[in-house]
């Protein structure tokens, strides 16, 4: 079935350093892939997403690079502040069906050390 | 203010109980979904519903029930079925035909006495 891989589960980066998660997808179909930011107790809210159209999106300090003929994609962030410690989940959607449904990756808990 | 509400926040349920987990929402949206989040796993799909009156099961339905009689509501079942049904539960909804960005509820934490 679907699946999304995301590593690494946690990363923990000096403030001002540059951070990277990275996701891996399996479904061909896939075409839609955003990221999400949970800040403890909250709820996920989207910081940025990219279609299979693009190969990289970028707004502010963070970016997201996709390779579709590997099925991966990635988040950048740089100048990392201690307001981006979160969990980030990764996602991917397949527009077939029409049903938006997503698949989630496992999430990477980001501190951010001052 | 338009969003998407779940409720309660926190629900306490003994075991052999079926518990129901409210969402709604006034976005106009016709996707609604369900996940269930565990510490490490992310989020996993229950049930996720394109339109009113049908829905289908996601990858962990097994234990959960869910209905959609109104396009603003999607509740949730948590029946005794569910072996082990203490989680944090999320509610979404989007517009699916544009893949375009799912909306969360704020969640409901539900725990097994």
């Known amino acids: 079935g679907e699946n999304v891989e995301q590593h690494p589960s946690t990363l923990s980066v000096q403030e001002g350093d540059s951070a990277v998660i990275k996701c891996t997808y399996s479904d061909s179909a896939s075409n839609y892939f955003p990221w999400y930011k949970q800040e403890l107790g909250k709820r996920p809210q989207l910081i940025i997403d990219i279609r299979s159209n693009v190969g990289e999106k970028k707004d502010q300090r963070i970016a997201v690079t996709l390779n579709k003929t590997a099925k991966h994609f990635s988040l950048h962030i740089t100048e990392t502040q201690p307001e981006d410690s979160a969990v980030y989940f990764c996602a991917a959607s397949s527009n077939s069906g029409n049903t938006g449904k997503l698949i989630f990756g496992q999430g990477t808990t980001l501190q951010v050390k001052p | 203010d338009g969003g998407i509400t779940q409720s309660p926040k926190y629900l306490f349920r003994k075991e052999g109980q079926n518990v129901t987990l409210s969402c709604e929402q006034n976005l106009n949206h016709d996707a609604m979904y369900w996940y269930r989040q565990d510490p490490g796993q992310g989020l996993r799909l229950i049930y996720y519903s394109q339109i009113v009156n049908d829905f289908q099961k996601g990858d962990i339905a097994e234990g959960y029930s869910v209905s959609r009689e109104k396009k603003e509501s999607f509740p949730l079942t948590v029946t005794s079925a569910q072996k082990n049904p203490t989680a944090f539960y999320l509610c979404?909804?989007?517009?699916?035909?544009?893949?375009?960005?799912?909306?969360f509820g704020q969640g409901t934490r539900l725990t097994v006495v």
């Open positions: 979404a909804s989007s517009i699916p035909h544009w893949n375009t960005e799912a909306f």
